[in-house]
């Protein structure tokens, strides 16, 4: 991670801090750590924090014997460590610089250590500080939009790859365990299922085939959908595959600055209810993308946050028709200054893969 990128970051939410009326931020290890301050641990029963103060250097606590590592991940200089002997929660209450204030809370963090760290510092109130991280969050520099493009660039081959290997007998844990990142493999009626898994069913000729996958190769993610046909799809197929298109076309088209995301959800859905499968769309159009695979904002009835140029989402209406089939399409978009721009390209029309 860019070590002026994470200075520019702590400095913003040194900022946004003073803003939301918080004292002292207070983040353990998660993704939002990573973001803030470059520092990739796993979440442990021994604690590692950044106490950022709104008017004061950030604060990282750590193991001792983590300290090489921590220096070489952060900007950070002032580092503090603590023996397995000593209490860190106790040495991390000394940094908050006061007997009492309001301390934001990263919002993954565990709830047993908010409640070591307030037990050795009761006059401070904790608050969530979720609001603070997805705002900085959702608009993202054209150094994170480069790295979800080559993350993209990356799933479009292994989906090449995947398409390629289908034959009669092959099973959907087959082609998933081939695939690399994550992914769900669905053929036949197993794909009416949402959020199904990959199982042992095998591959028969004239079958809806459905892959979903998501993978952060570089640290951020791509999450695509494609659906086709092994064989020569039905009529019925081809209607729900050309509605799902144009519903996914309609969310991105009225993707733009100002625009409520619960307005992009509505766009895609009205095509779907309009065709006659409204009760078969089950989910909301989709959601953001970055160091997480799902985070703010979300495409979704009732969000009334107003997109901004460099936001990202998903697209990704699907139609669901129980012991048939499924479809849905999926591709990440980012908000342009006029619109939205696809980082992903588009499935152009329906492709059937030869039996």
């Known amino acids: 991670m860019d070590r002026k990128a994470l200075e520019e970051r702590l400095a913003r939410a040194r900022r946004k801090l003073s803003e939301s009326g918080a004292d002292v931020l207070f983040v353990t290890p998660s993704t939002n750590l990573f973001y803030l301050a470059g520092i990739s641990f796993h979440r442990s029963e021994r604690l590692t924090a950044v106490l950022l103060p709104k008017d004061g250097d950030p604060v ?14 952060t900007p950070i200089g002032r580092v503090v460590t603590w023996q397995e002997t000593e209490d860190p929660f106790r ?35 904790p608050r969530s500080g979720a609001d603070l991280f997805a705002a900085m969050r959702m608009v993202k520099s054209s150094t994170e939009l480069d790295a979800m493009r080559r993350a993209i660039a990356t799933g ?20 998933s365990s081939a695939f690399g990142g994550a992914n769900v493999v669905q ?37 695509i959908t494609r659906s086709t046909f092994f064989g020569t799809p039905t009529d ?8 799902v298109h144009e519903a996914q076309g309609a969310g ?36 953001g993308l970055g160091i997480d695979v799902h985070e703010p904002p979300y495409m979704v009835s009732g969000n009334d946050i107003r997109l901004e140029p460099g936001m990202t989402f998903t697209s990704e209406p699907g ?9 849905r399409i999926e591709d990440d978009v ?4 006029t619109g939205a721009e696809t980082l992903s390209p588009r499935p152009t029309k329906l492709e059937p893969i030869s039996a």
Not at 236 to 243: G, I, L, M, P, T
Not at 263 to 272: E, G, L, S, T
């Open 60 to 73: 990282l606590i750590t193991p001792a014997f983590e300290e090489t590592h921590a220096r070489a991940m």
């Open 187 to 223: 053929f036949g009626p197993s794909a009416a299922v949402p959020h199904g898994e990959a199982s042992q069913r095998a591959l028969s000729k004239n079958e809806a085939v459905l892959i979903d996958a998501w993978d952060n190769p570089e640290g951020y993610f791509y999450d």
């Open 156 to 175: 479009l081959g292994r989906f090449q790859k995947a398409f390629a290997s289908l034959a009669p007998g092959i099973r959907e844990a087959d082609v």
């Open 91 to 125: 040495k991390a209450a000394s940094f908050l610089g006061a007997t009492r204030g309001v301390l934001s809370i990263e919002p993954s963090t565990a709830y047993d250590d908010v409640e070591k760290l307030l037990a050795n510092a009761p006059g401070w109130s």
């Open 236 to 243: 019925e197929y081809r209607r729900v595959w050309e509605v």
């Open 252 to 287: 991105i088209d009225a993707a733009k600055p100002g625009v409520r995301c619960a307005d992009v959800d509505a766009a895609a859905r009205a095509v779907i209810e309009k065709a006659g499968y409204g009760e078969y769309f089950t989910h909301r159009l989709g959601h």
């Open 334 to 337: 980012v908000v342009t200054a």
């Open 319 to 327: 139609i669901y028709l129980p012991g048939k089939f499924g479809v």
